[in-house]
């Protein structure tokens, strides 16, 4: 698979169940972790032992910046808003995963003598869980 066939998208909060493409997506990482508890005990032989914890998630996301493009537009006004999302991970066309996220940082670079882009970062909140 190519990582041009990786897109992020927004459910529209105008029609739920809609999700629009964030527009200009250049990069888009997933980043998925356990935390881990230390289970030692005096009679553990001497060695570590851990069990799983908490299960979390992010996103981030980057690409040139659209000023028109509702998918950013919207990004943008949950994170001014401090509201969730829906976001859902899109793979050679078909939705993989959703779950709930808050946008946490975005940056709009604007250099002097290049194309103006962004970056978003999206800290998901629950379960990132398989589409139906």
């Given at each position: 698979?190519?990582?041009?066939?990786?897109?992020?998208?927004?459910?529209?909060?105008?029609?739920?169940?809609?999700?629009?493409?964030?527009?200009?997506?250049?990069?888009?990482?997933?980043?998925?972790?356990?935390?881990?508890?230390?289970?030692?005990?005096?009679?553990?032989?001497?060695?570590?032992?851990?069990?799983?914890?908490?299960?979390?998630?992010?996103?981030?996301?980057?690409?040139?910046?659209?000023?028109?493009?509702?998918?950013?537009?919207?990004?943008?006004?949950?994170?001014r808003?401090?509201?969730?999302?829906?976001?859902?991970?899109?793979?050679?066309?078909?939705?993989?995963?959703?779950?709930?996220?808050?946008?946490?940082?975005?940056e709009?670079?604007?250099?002097?003598?290049?194309?103006?882009t962004?970056?978003?970062?999206?800290?998901?909140?629950?379960?990132?869980?398989?589409?139906?």
């Amino acid at each position: 698979m190519r990582g041009v066939d990786i897109l992020i998208q927004v459910e529209d909060s105008a029609l739920p169940g809609t999700y629009i493409t964030i527009g200009g997506q250049r990069g888009a990482t997933l980043s998925e972790s356990n935390e881990t508890l230390d289970v030692t005990t005096k009679d553990s032989g001497g060695a570590y032992e851990y069990d799983y914890g908490l299960y979390g998630w992010t996103i981030s996301c980057d690409g040139l910046y659209v000023p028109d493009d509702v998918g950013y537009t919207a990004l943008k006004t949950a994170f001014r808003g401090k509201t969730k999302v829906k976001v859902q991970i899109q793979e050679e066309g078909t939705a993989t995963e959703e779950g709930e996220a808050l946008v946490i940082s975005k940056e709009l670079d604007g250099p002097y003598d290049a194309e103006v882009t962004y970056t978003l970062e999206l800290q998901g909140t629950g379960k990132l869980t398989p589409v139906a």
